[in-house]
Nanobody, 120 residues
Framework: QVQLLESGGGLVQAGGSLKLSCGSS????????MGWFRQAPGKEREFVAAISWSGGMTYYADSVKGRFTIARDNAKNTVYLQMNSLKPEDTTVYYC?????????????WGQGTQVTVSS
């Protein structure tokens, strides 16, 4: 089993930055594709970013490209999401997820989420 725990959320002014972290326990995720998603109340879950197991490939939603950066430290079993130039529309709960099959469609493990609030 894999347990994921996000941290680093909070309140920030528009234009500011936050760095989210996703730590894992249980089975190692160092060979899993990892992703960040977000979901506002009453809305569908939205893909934000993903990173290959090696860190060599990264993927971003158009809405965050150029502002967010995903990275990982496999030695620490941790994935990061650096968020710069934050906008009020980035306000929502952010979730970390692990994809053991590395397909981009099989995120089997999810964290509980961390709230990000961007004030205008």
């Amino acid at each position: 089993q894999v347990q994921l725990l996000e941290s680093g959320g909070g309140l920030v002014q528009a234009g500011g930055s936050l760095k989210l972290s996703c730590g894992s326990s249980g089975r190692t995720v160092s060979n899993y594709r990892m992703g960040w998603f977000r979901q506002a109340p009453g809305k569908e879950r939205e893909f934000v970013a993903a990173i290959s197991w090696s860190g060599g490939m990264t993927y971003y939603a158009d809405s965050v490209k150029g502002r967010f950066t995903i990275a990982r430290d496999n030695a620490k079993n941790t994935v990061y999401l650096q968020m710069n130039s934050l906008k009020p529309e980035d306000t929502t709960v952010y979730y970390c997820a692990a994809d053991p099959q590395k397909t981009g469609r099989t995120y089997d493990y999810w964290g509980q989420g961390t709230q990000v609030t961007v004030s205008s």
